[in-house]
């Protein structure tokens, strides 16, 4: 397992436990995984998670299934290690008319789409999720 996670293989790992119908997956421990988290859960795309280990922490993601149905379908990352991709309030737009929404890590934390345009703040484009 890698010792530091990116973002894109955070969502990628909670992507492909949703594609293989898992009822939990674990991805290793960071504090942007943490907050990252905590929004996917108020937008209802996991059910909980919670932080196991002493020394070597993980963290256990339940995820949602309605019916059988997953709650997350499908996830565009923009932000690589490689390649950091920012943006303004101004510039962010509706992910699928609404149906969807992206998480933005700003200087006041990490934010959904009608955050940053609500607080009119910027950051890096992390990745759309629907």
Do not use: C
Request: avoid cysteine; charged fraction near 25%; charge should be positive.
């Amino acid at each position: 397992m890698y010792k530091n996670m990116t973002v894109a293989d955070f969502i990628i790992r909670i992507k492909n436990g949703y594609m293989a119908k898992r009822d939990y997956v674990e991805v290793t421990y960071s504090k942007m995984n943490e907050t990252l988290l905590a929004k996917l859960k108020a937008l209802q795309y996991i059910v909980s998670y919670e932080v196991i280990g002493d020394v070597k922490k993980k963290i256990m993601i339940k995820l949602r299934y309605e019916d059988g149905v997953p709650a997350l379908t499908d996830v565009k990352i923009f932000s690589t290690p490689g390649r950091r991709w920012y943006t303004t309030y101004k510039d962010v737009k509706p992910v699928l008319g609404g149906m969807g929404t992206a998480l933005v890590s700003t200087s006041k934390g990490a934010m959904t789409v009608a955050e940053v345009k609500k607080h009119k703040i910027g950051g890096e484009l992390l990745f759309e999720i629907w």
